[in-house]
């Protein structure tokens, strides 16, 4: 699936338009590298883990000529899949459950386009038991500090 396809197929099912979800799908995917390139753990609870490991320096082997060629240790980007996504892929695409990738303590709201401002930023909505309670956020996603130091950003 291409990101023109993922785009085209979110505009369906949420009934927003093609460029809106372009807004969106664009402004998560460079959220995520940004955290990536400041070196912070991203975890997308069910979903998986987006991190950065270090690859040490190492000698390889140029594989026509057999010649030892040094490596440069160099940063990757990793993924690696959560509970629930493994349990769905091996169950098969016609199983998806609903509450999939829905953490107990989240409520999902739509919001109307018109809610979210100029800069791009989104409205913040929480539930009680009083209501839906929304209110305007700063840019992105919000970001922590472990008791380790690692800094991880929560969507």
Same mark, same amino acid.
């Given at each position: 699936?291409?990101?023109?396809?993922?785009?085209?197929?979110?505009?369906?099912? @949420?009934?927003?338009?093609?460029?809106? !979800?372009?807004?969106?799908?664009? =402004?998560? @995917?460079?959220?995520?590298?940004?955290? @990536?390139?400041?070196?912070?753990?991203?975890?997308?609870?069910?979903? &998986?883990?987006?991190?950065?490991?270090?690859?040490?320096?190492? /000698?390889?082997?140029?594989?026509?000529? &057999?010649?030892? %060629?040094? /490596?440069?240790?160099?940063?990757?980007? $990793?993924?690696?899949?959560?509970?629930?996504?493994?349990?769905?892929?091996?169950?098969?695409?016609?199983?998806?459950?609903?509450?999939?990738?829905?953490?107990?303590?989240? =409520? %999902?709201?739509?919001?109307?386009?018109?809610? /979210?401002?100029?800069?791009?930023?989104?409205? $913040? $909505?929480? $539930?009680?038991?009083?209501?839906?309670? !929304?209110?305007?956020?700063?840019?992105?996603?919000?970001?922590?500090?472990?008791?380790?130091?690692?800094?991880?950003?929560?969507?």
């Amino acid at each position: 699936m291409t990101k023109r396809e993922l785009v085209v197929a979110v505009a369906s099912k @949420l009934g927003l338009t093609q460029n809106e !979800v372009s807004t969106i799908v664009q =402004e998560t @995917l460079d959220s995520i590298t940004d955290a @990536l390139v400041e070196g912070q753990r991203l975890e997308i609870r069910n979903f &998986g883990v987006f991190e950065v490991k270090e690859r040490d320096a190492r /000698i390889g082997r140029n594989p026509r000529t &057999g010649e030892e %060629v040094p /490596i440069s240790k160099k940063r990757v980007a $990793a993924f690696r899949p959560g509970k629930a996504l493994k349990e769905w892929i091996q169950a098969g695409p016609n199983q998806r459950p609903d509450h999939l990738f829905r953490d107990n303590e989240t =409520e %999902v709201v739509s919001i109307p386009a018109s809610a /979210i401002s100029e800069s791009g930023d989104a409205p $913040a $909505a929480t $539930a009680s038991s009083e209501g839906l309670s !929304v209110q305007q956020t700063g840019t992105g996603p919000t970001s922590t500090t472990s008791q380790s130091g690692d800094q991880q950003s929560h969507f």
